[in-house]
């Protein structure tokens, strides 16, 4: 097997005879370069498998270095060392791709293990290049539903078969595994394709406003109703409504939904002119409805209209063959999302996604592929990356004394660490603005 190259380009020669010295010339095939731009014809000549640079040089720095050399070729591995103790660059070396930052003076030791692990990952990601040409993943398909368990299979036939008609859909499933995108591809290639698809997550409103939500109203029906306002259904015109977390609207809410689906027709809240319903009527939860049914907590009779045709979506757990295919879609979005280029996933860290439960589902899968893509240092995706959420029996006593504000600053906390305090990354891993996650920063007296 051929040596692994290395170029180290340092405007320090003493510094570049010392890094030398530090690594077994018999193990590597070594390139200098006292001088940027002639380090950078080195990497361009000899594509090498790791570079090796200062930060602060004539002509060219090292981030300058660091962007010309992932032009010339995305997967080399670039460590970026420096005498100055500057954060700024430590965030922009890493922004920009490079594999790792040292600072000066090296350490022997620590600089050959680094050395070790950034080849380790270069040569993975050469083995692994098969891979990633096998499961390409188109970015338009960002709604698909992913997998090719017969569960999958069984719901991608039913998906065929309703998407078809104007049929009242009930999805059921456990909360993350993917109700909502059933719904969107059941709107989306079928005869509703052209026309609205409008979601509501019925949890989120109180049954008065929900009822607004749904139907509208007229200027002055309620305190606050200050103009006519359109309702959901009305908005969703001869498209589709679906109404997430079905199971929690009130019962008096119930009968009111119950009429429209029976009728056909709603009203404004403050009106009695008839608005004939043209929608299509999707509905999901993740409650058994037919055991609160039983339990008197939901109506019957609006259990039957709304279970017209049933999608049960099971839990990641129940089709972990899916993972592989789940995780590859998952990368190529994330990808997109972080301006990251993680391709590949080695056999160990995919075994390793296997025989995780995933209580969250495909919700929590995408959360920990998100955390990992942001802490890769090259294009594949490292087990010392990928950080379970806590699945234990026992009940950690200290966080069932915490309080609300705690258990938020503590993980607020956490994600900043892991985006290495890039706050915009941190803002879309929290699903929250620049300007929120600055306030809530200042209030927690939260410090990198």
Do not use: C
């Not at 892991?418 to 939260?446: F, S």
């Amino acid at each position: 097997m051929s040596k692994q190259k290395i170029v180290i380009i340092d405007d320090d020669e003493s510094m570049l005879e010392t890094l030398v010295s530090f690594l077994n010339p018999e193990d590597y095939s070594i390139y200098t370069a006292s001088e940027s731009r002639k380090g950078l014809e080195i990497i361009k000549n000899e594509r090498p498998d790791l570079v090796i640079s200062d930060l602060k040089m004539p002509y060219m720095d090292g981030l300058e270095l660091l962007m010309k050399t992932k032009k010339i070729e995305e997967s080399i591995p670039i460590l970026i060392m420096t005498a100055y103790d500057n954060s700024e660059s430590i965030i922009k070396a890493m922004q920009f791709g490079a594999y790792d930052y040292i600072e000066k003076p090296i350490e022997r030791e620590k600089f050959k293990i680094l050395v070790k692990h950034a080849l380790e990952t270069k040569r993975l990601s050469e083995k692994l290049a098969v891979l990633d040409s096998e499961n390409k993943i188109e970015p338009d398909l960002v709604n698909s539903l992913v997998g090719k368990s017969p569960q999958i299979r069984e719901i991608m036939k039913k998906i065929g078969r309703v998407s078809s008609n104007r049929m009242t859909v009930l999805i059921e499933g456990e909360s993350g595994t993917g109700k909502e995108i059933i719904s969107k591809i059941i709107h989306y290639s079928g005869i509703t394709k052209d026309e609205p698809f409008i979601p509501v997550n019925a949890s989120s409103y109180s049954s008065t406003l929900l009822e607004s939500e749904l139907f509208g109203h007229v200027h002055g029906a309620f305190t606050g109703a200050v103009k006519d306002k359109k309702g959901k259904f009305e908005l969703a015109g001869s498209g589709t409504i679906f109404l997430d977390e079905i199971s929690e609207i009130s019962y008096d809410l119930q009968t009111k939904l119950l009429r429209v689906i029976q009728e056909k027709e709603f009203e404004r809240v403050g009106d009695e002119s008839i608005i004939p319903l043209k929608a299509r009527i999707i509905t999901a939860t993740n409650k058994n409805l037919a055991t609160l049914v039983k339990e008197g907590q939901f109506r019957e009779d609006l259990y039957y209209r709304l279970n017209v045709f049933g999608i049960y979506m099971p839990p990641l757990r129940d089709r972990k063959e899916d993972i592989p295919n789940i995780a590859l879609h998952l990368l190529k979005k994330i990808n997109t999302e972080f301006h990251k280029n993680v391709l590949k996933i080695p056999f160990e860290v995919m075994e390793l996604l296997q025989s995780y439960d995933w209580v969250g589902n495909v919700r929590e899968l995408e959360n920990t592929l998100q955390q990992a893509v942001l802490l890769a240092k090259g294009d594949v995706l490292e087990k010392g990356n990928i950080t379970f959420g806590n699945n234990k029996n026992t009940i950690d006593v200290k966080k069932e004394q915490m309080s609300l504000e705690d258990v938020e600053k503590e993980h607020i906390a956490f994600i900043l660490r892991k985006a290495n305090w890039d706050k915009q990354k941190a803002g879309e891993i929290l699903k929250i603005t620049r300007p929120t996650l600055n306030k809530k920063i200042k209030y927690y007296n939260i410090v990198n």
